[in-house]
């Protein structure tokens, strides 16, 4: 089964989520949106397509696995979890990763308010004031407590694991650690100055990073040209102005 990612096609964004844990999977799948227009992808199929579905997702990313239509990032994890052993299959263990994930989500969605304070349908250079409030607090508040959360979390499941340890639940890999993952590179590319002075006190989550980095699938993803490079189009953003010594 191949299973239809449809995301925007020319940012990592939120599809980079579901990307990661496709790759890690060695999962079959079609970047749809990133296909030929002539052969049904592009961005107008992406949004033409989205009505028609029964279930119809708000917004991409979505991912289609047959009769399924899934939305919503976390929801689609959850589901790709499941189906390819990147999560826990107690419920404890799945509620506590769907957990991890959501987090990741608010996270997410702080860092784009940061340069969309106002509004999403205003460009960044009509809003920059609002911006630059809005990101002096994400700086020197929010992406300590987020990421000060994850190094918590690590440092409580490492004792657990034993030697093989070192991911978010202990001895497994997850789909959260390969968002952590994503989470540490957007940030540095974003804020690369918060993050130099953040990163000393995050070595278990910046040891995750690395060690998602190395593995063979991902990091023969990273090489490929179906990694998308980060850009001011997309969520994690660099405007210098929002991230000052
Ligand atoms: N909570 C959703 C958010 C989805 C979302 O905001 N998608 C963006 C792209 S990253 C979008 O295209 N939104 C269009 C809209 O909200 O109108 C998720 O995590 O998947």
Do not use: C
């Amino acid at each position: 089964m191949t299973y239809q990612l449809h995301y925007w096609p020319t940012i990592q964004g939120r599809g980079e989520f579901v990307r990661l844990a496709l790759e890690e999977a060695g999962a079959a799948y079609v970047d749809v949106a990133r296909g030929d227009e002539a052969d049904g992808g592009g961005e107008q199929a992406l949004m033409a397509d989205m009505p028609e579905h029964d279930r119809p997702p708000f917004a991409p990313p979505y991912l289609v696995d047959g009769d399924l239509v899934i939305g919503q990032t976390a929801n689609i994890l959850l589901h790709l979890g499941l189906r390819h052993a990147l999560a826990p299959r107690d419920e404890g263990g799945r509620l506590w990763v769907n957990q991890l994930q959501l987090t990741i989500a608010d996270l997410v969605a702080e860092t784009h308010d940061v340069h969309h304070p106002v509004g999403m349908g205003l460009y960044y250079e009509d809003q920059k004031q609002e911006a630059a409030r809005r990101a002096e607090e994400f700086r020197t508040r929010r992406m300590k407590k987020y990421l000060g959360w994850f190094e918590t979390v690590l440092a409580r499941a490492q004792p657990k694991a034993g030697n093989g340890g070192g991911w978010l639940t202990g001895e497994t890999l997850t789909y959260a650690d390969l968002s952590l993952f994503q989470v540490v590179e957007g940030l540095r590319y974003a804020f690369p100055r918060a993050m130099a002075r953040l990163e000393p006190g995050l070595g278990r989550v910046i040891a995750v990073r690395d060690a998602v980095a190395q593995r063979p699938n991902i990091a023969a993803y990273l090489a490929s040209d179906r990694r998308i490079p980060f850009s001011t189009e997309g969520i994690f953003r660099h405007y210098p102005e929002l991230d000052p010594e």
